[in-house]
């Protein structure tokens, strides 16, 4: 976490364009660190406990502090450090290796331009000639001083340790008594936690993630239809994604490429769009059979209605501009609890993602 | 954040030292260009049927090719790295109409890309004191950062445009994404007859 109100003065710049240089993209990003959709599920089950824990307790310490819940840290730690993915994160909470950030002396690395004097003399970040953030929810030692506080009973307060570092957040996100169930409240303790408005959309879009996995869908008062388009859709779940394959019968193989060279031509699936051409075909209804045109169908659900104007059954789209249909170039169907099927993109299987797993939201079409 | 009452702002034209780090930075930035077509399936092509997959959950599971005709248009999914870029931008020149003079969309574009690159890493925020006013020290919320596709269209209002950007990047915690979307908003003002265009907080 990088505190900036007690972090006084300009900070020199150094190395501005080989910092951005360091900035810039060193690869297009593997499948290995390519997001995926958030749930509990894949949050290591002890970071998942400090996240509950830190909630239930932050009232002790701000105790006008309203809507703290485990979704809110986890969306911070996901960005800040993967949930301490890598690390072994003993009983206690203790996360081995230690998790500290670039050394933040304005060299340049991690695109860091800025000076942070030594604060802690070493004791978190292993180092007295600079500051690094640490543990998992990234805390400036600086910081740490005065936030950190003990949550797993050892009597001290350990940016390394989960529990600890979970309330230090919970605590630092609160502030002096947000209401965190109020949209603006929330953004601006993210915002507080790093001043970036894109940094605030990232952990926001996480927070949503979690949100919607921990409600599940309900189906039981759908009319026959929906549920008849739904089944059909889950029912494809492991299957592959297949450019350009899909059709009203089901599976096909589909055809080469995508931009990147990826071929549909010998992989016997579905396309995103191609799986709700086949869902919907199951309820005899006819879609065209691409994304964007499939956003003709139906009644238009706009983007600015939201995504809580969603209904299962409805088709949910995804655009690089998305108040313009044209540029829509993915298509799920709501199944209900923020949650979608679809089949994502090339090298993944038809599966479950929250509606807020990717960006560009585009609104929706009603066809049942 | 609130608007800083001395903004610094884009002026038409631009002085020449600030042209030359804007350009410098542009060509950072600038997109990979790569030939990309969609091949089509070829016509009369087809597969002797297959047995379906063991544990096959559709109804109907069909080994046969996507027919040409049927054949899927889809624009460039999530994931596909730089090769998708020139498609992405293409995409938006071609939807979104040009309605501001090259030069001034250029000079904007620039702008916006430079707002990005303030937001997301700290750097060059004393650029733009409106957006970043009275800040300390910042590390970066993102790495591998890369501007896919930048375009600049007039906004709500005559005085208003809008530059919409497609970008990639990874947090903190190494999680990549591509097709991020951030809309940065500009306000035109007059100051001795020269259009001076200033971004607003969002």
Known sequence: MLMFAAVCCA???AGGLSALAALQGEGDGSDDDFAEAGSAADIPPRMLAAYKK???????????????????LGGIAKVESNHATGRTIASSGDIRPKIVGVLLNGSGAGGNTSVFPDTDGGKWDGTA????????????????????????????????????????????????????????????????????????????????????AAKGPDLSRSPKKVRIVIAAALAQRGVPYSWGGGNKSGTSYGTCCSPSGKSGAHINGFDCSGLTVYAFAQAGISLPRTAAAQAGSGKRIPESAGKGALRPGDLV????????????????????????VNAAR?????????VDAMSGYAGGARLL | MTTNKKSTSLKSPWPMACCAVVCAIGAI?????????????????????????????????????TAPGEASRELPPRGEGRAADPAIQALLERTWPRDLPARTERELVAAGRSVLIAD???????????LFARQGAVAPAFSRVRVQAAIARRGSSPDEALVHLVWAGADRGGTYSDGRITDITFTRTSKKGEAIWTPLPS
């Open chain 1, 346 to 354: 090339p090298g993944t299987k038809v599966r479950l993602d929250p």
């Open chain 2, 120 to 130: 997301v890493s700290g750097l060059g925020r004393t650029r733009w004191p409106q």
């Open chain 1, 54 to 72: 830190a909630a239930e307790n932050v009232t002790r310490h701000v105790t006008k502090c309203k809507g703290m819940a485990w979704p809110i």
């Open chain 2, 29 to 65: 930035l600038l997109f990979t260009s790569s030939n990309m077509s969609r091949a089509q399936t070829a016509p009369g092509e087809q597969l002797s049927p297959s047995p379906s997959p063991a544990g096959s959950r559709t109804a109907h599971a069909s080994a046969n090719r």
């Open chain 1, 317 to 340: 789209f995804y655009g690089y501009a998305p108040k313009r249909d044209s540029t829509i170039y993915h298509v799920g169907i709501y199944v209900g609890g923020g949650q979608m």
């Open chain 1, 11 to 13: 900070a020199p710049i």
């Open chain 1, 129 to 212: 000639t600079g500051e690094r953030a640490v543990g998992p929810f990234q805390f400036l030692p600086s910081t740490w001083q005065g936030a950190g506080k003990d949550n797993n009973g050892d009597e001290t307060a350990d940016p390394h340790n989960a529990y600890d570092a979970a309330l230090g957040a919970a605590i630092y996100l609160c502030g002096g008594g947000r209401d965190l169930t109020h949209k603006a409240q929330l953004r601006a303790a993210i915002f507080q936690y790093n001043r970036s408005n894109a940094y605030v959309d990232n952990v926001s879009n996480w927070i949503s993630q979690y949100q919607a």
